[in-house]
């Protein structure tokens, strides 16, 4: 039997290997004014650290989230301060809300990984809603040690984690 051991350098695997969420193809993106339910959700969630619909694991160094969203489904507003990376469980369509006016629209495949990284101060706020016809499906890890503090969990769900 053969063993081997491979060695590879963190720094240009991030950079040839990982695929980030601004790399990802847009079929639309727009700036139109948002309804005034959708103006009234972003105000009350806008500090939202809740990235998904339920925390299945956490440690001191991540978060694990699911997204679970059946069609025409919407999760409402969050905020995002760690670095994190999603994988699409399911392929599916969604649109998303930014905080700086745009609303896109993405389609996802089943597999599919991207990756976000955030410096001191910086932030993404958004929604989600499924605009395809199957469930859409999502696992998020959030990586605690980022350069921002993580926000804090509400206690009701830290327990069910």
Excluded at 85 to 111: N, P, S
Aim: with cysteine; hydrophobic share 35%.
């Amino acid at each position: 039997m053969t063993s081997f051991v491979v060695y590879f350098n963190i720094g240009l695997w991030e950079d040839t290997m990982t695929l980030r969420i601004a790399d990802k193809a847009t079929q639309s993106s727009e700036r139109t004014p948002w309804s005034a339910a959708l103006t009234a959700d972003f105000e009350q969630n806008q500090y939202n650290p809740c990235i998904g619909t339920e925390l299945v694991s956490q440690s001191d160094r991540v978060r694990v989230w699911m997204i679970h969203l059946a069609p025409g489904q919407r999760i409402e507003f969050h905020r995002h301060v760690l670095d994190y990376f999603w994988t699409a469980v399911t392929t599916g369509r969604g649109r998303q809300h930014i905080h700086d006016g745009r609303t896109l629209e993405k389609t996802y495949v089943a597999g599919e990984t991207r990756h976000e990284k955030y410096r001191l101060g910086e932030y993404k706020i958004h929604d989600l809603e499924n605009i395809g016809d199957t469930e859409l499906v999502f696992t998020t890890v959030e990586f605690l040690d980022s350069a921002n503090q993580p926000l804090p969990i509400p206690d009701s769900i830290q327990r069910s984690a």
